[in-house]
Nanobody, 120 residues
Framework: QVQMVESGGGLVQPGGSLRLSCAAS????????AGWYRQAPGMERELVAY???????TYAHSVKGRFTISRDNAKNAVYLQMNSLKPEDTAVYFC??????????????WGQGTHVTVSS
């Protein structure tokens, strides 16, 4: 089994910053593609940022220039640096990754989610 544990959420004022972390552990070899998603109340889950193992990244238009996804492959960890936060960034943020569990076998995993609230 693989566990994806997120941390770093919380309450922040508009214009502030937060850094989310996602660490994968368990019976695994490495993380392949990974991304951060978010789901606001009453809304569908949406992709925020994506990173492939080679370092290529993609961002939702709404966060481009404010959020940065990064990873530490040696630690099987993925991060999301969020700057210039806005109230509309309020959501539950989820880490998602394709995890190489055995040679040639990749399984997709979700984290449990971490709450981010942007409010004054």
């Amino acid at each position: 089994q693989v566990q994806m544990v997120e941390s770093g959420g919380g309450l922040v004022q508009p214009g502030g910053s937060l850094r989310l972390s996602c660490a994968a552990s368990g019976s695994m070899i490495s993380i392949d593609d990974a991304g951060w998603y978010r789901q606001a109340p009453g809304m569908e889950r949406e992709l925020v940022a994506y990173s492939n193992r080679g370092g290529g990244t993609t961002y939702a238009h709404s966060v481009k220039g404010r959020f940065t996804i990064s990873r530490d492959n040696a630690k099987n960890a993925v991060y999301l640096q969020m700057n210039s936060l806005k109230p509309e960034d309020t959501a539950v943020y989820f880490c998602n990754a394709d995890v190489l569990t055995n040679p040639g076998i990749t399984i997709n995993y979700w984290g449990q989610g971490t709450h981010v609230t942007v409010s004054s």
